[in-house]
C-alpha cells in the first residue's frame, strides 16, 4: 500500500500483484496521522482487506513522516516519477506535479527515475491550495473552476503569479472594476499555467509529459500549459476508470517501492 499525505488531499492505493486493487482519496485534516488512518479504512472498505493483509506500506506527501502506519517514508517527488511511468507507461520523460502547496516539475527516465527536478515551494499562488481561496472568493465550486475559466470570448492578461494574496487582492479589484467571475478566473488559471511552465522550461520540458496532482483534473490550466509549452500532455490514461486516475500518481508510486521493499526483505 501506498499512503500519500498532501497538504490538501490523502490518498491511498492497495496493489496486488503489481496492479491497483482499491484506493481512496479524502480531505486532509489538521492531524496528519488521522489523515492517513483515516484513508486507509476507506480505501479498504467493502473489499473484505484488514491492515493484517497488507505486506508493506509506504508513505509519502507533505505528512509523510507522521504516516505511523508506514515501513519506509520515501519523497512525493520520487513517488510520482514512479507514479506516473506505471500509469503513462516507459516513454514519459516530463512530469508536472501540482500539489496543494507546491508545484515540481520533474525529468525522470524510462523506469521513472528522478533524474531532476525544481519545485515552487514559497507560495500558495499556483497551487491546488491558491485555486482553493480563488473559488471560495468567486462562490464558484472548484470543479467547476477550469471550464468556466475557458468560457471566455477573449484571455485576459495574467494576474500576481508569485503571491496568492497579491493575486486575491489585484482579483478583487477585478470584480470592482466589473469584470464577470470567469474572467477573473481566467486571468488567475493563466498565472498558474505561466508559472508553471517557468518550471518546466528550466527542467526541459519533452513532448511525452504529463501533469499529476489534483490540478490535473482542472481544464483551465491544463489547456493554458498546453498552449504555452506548445503540445498537448498525454491524456490521464483511466478513461474506463479501470485504474487510478493521475490524482494518486504519488501514492500509486508509494506502493510500487512498497512492493520492492517487501520483495527485498524491507531493506
Known sequence: MGIDVGSVGSKAVIMVDGEPYAWAVRRTGSNSPDSARRVLDWAMEGTGLDEGHIHFIVGTGYGRVNVPMAGKTI???ACHGRGANFLWGPSVRTVLDVGGQDVKAIRIDEKGKVVQFLMNDKCAAGTGRGMEVFADLLSVPIEQC??????????????SCTCVVFAKSEAVALLRKGWPREKVLAAYCSAMAHRMVELLNKVGV?????????????VGVVRRVERLVGFASLPAPNADESKPDPVFAGAIGAALFAKALYERGGK
Open 75 to 77: 519523497t512525493e517527488i
Open 146 to 159: 477550469g471550464e468556466l475559466s475557458l468560457s471566455v470570448p477573449e484571455e485576459p492578461p495574467p494576474v
Open 206 to 218: 519533452e513532448r511525452e509529459f504529463v501533469i499529476t496532482g489534483g490540478q490535473s483534473k482542472n
